[in-house]
């Protein structure tokens, strides 16, 4: 069995190397646990070695593990492609949405936003490598997307995230977190709400910390090899 209270604490340590090395200030960057396909219970040990947020790309799975933890005090993260019939269910359980991408659905979660919860976090998705199987918008339409979203009452703008080409060349890798943090510190000047910049994951997290990420996303580093399919 994997000892996931372990995990975190070298992660974390891994996580302050990493600030450090780019003379960041410790505790700026902050871990996103990405829990699809694992049980509830195995999100449970991590919560109870101090984890709060949680990422889910696939809203029934989600649904079911955030009912099963509804006793945890958690934060939740939609961090998968959206479709619009998704959005209802999005807008009621989750904190963040990290994979906006769409106007009509930033419409559609500010509209279904319950009025008895705060305002919804919003991250936008950015297409950084403009691939054309990859979900997210173009750096080219960034602009207008994101002032339509900044004009919705019930959704708060908080970033970017990225999910760069698969590379193992490092000078790729590099340039793409770096267009990344170049379009979020621009944006940063222009909305005052925007603290976010998610981009890192178990393979990149070091690369992306050096770039200026401040939230990675972590799977496979903390719960292991996903075995199921994920979907
Ligand atoms: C699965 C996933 C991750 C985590 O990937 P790992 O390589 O397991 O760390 C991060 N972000 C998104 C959007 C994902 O879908």
Redesign the pocket.
């Given at each position: 069995m994997i000892d996931i209270k372990k995990r975190l604490q070298s992660l974390h340590n891994t996580i302050n190397q990493a600030e450090t090395q780019a003379q960041r200030p410790q505790n700026s960057v902050q871990l996103l646990a990405?829990s699809?396909t694992w049980p509830a219970e195995l999100l449970r040990q991590a919560a109870n070695a101090g984890q709060i947020c949680f990422?889910e790309?696939y809203l029934q799975e989600a649904l079911i593990k955030i009912k099963a933890l509804a006793d945890l005090d958690l934060q939740w993260h939609f961090?998968?492609p959206i479709q619009s019939n998704k959005t209802k269910d999005i807008a009621q359980h989750f904190s963040w949405v990290?994979?906006v991408a769409r106007i009509k659905i930033a419409q559609r979660l500010n509209k279904q936003r319950p009025d008895t919860l705060p305002a919804l976090n919003v991250c936008v998705q950015v297409n950084i490598d403009d691939e054309k199987t990859k979900f997210g918008t173009s750096a080219a339409e960034l602009d207008l997307l994101v002032d339509e979203i900044d004009q919705l009452d019930r959704l708060v703008l908080r970033g970017l995230?990225v999910?760069p080409t698969k590379t193992d060349n490092i000078e790729q890798q590099h340039s793409a977190f770096q267009r990344a943090h170049q379009l979020f510190t621009k944006l940063q000047d222009q909305y005052p709400t925007i603290d976010t910049l998610s981009m890192g994951?178990?393979?990149d997290m070091n690369s992306a910390i050096t770039q200026g990420s401040t939230m990675i996303?972590?799977?496979?580093?903390i719960f292991g090899q996903?075995h199921t399919p994920?979907e």
């Open positions: 990405v699809k990422g790309n961090i998968g990290q994979s995230m999910i994951m178990t393979a996303r972590v799977g496979t580093g996903r994920a």
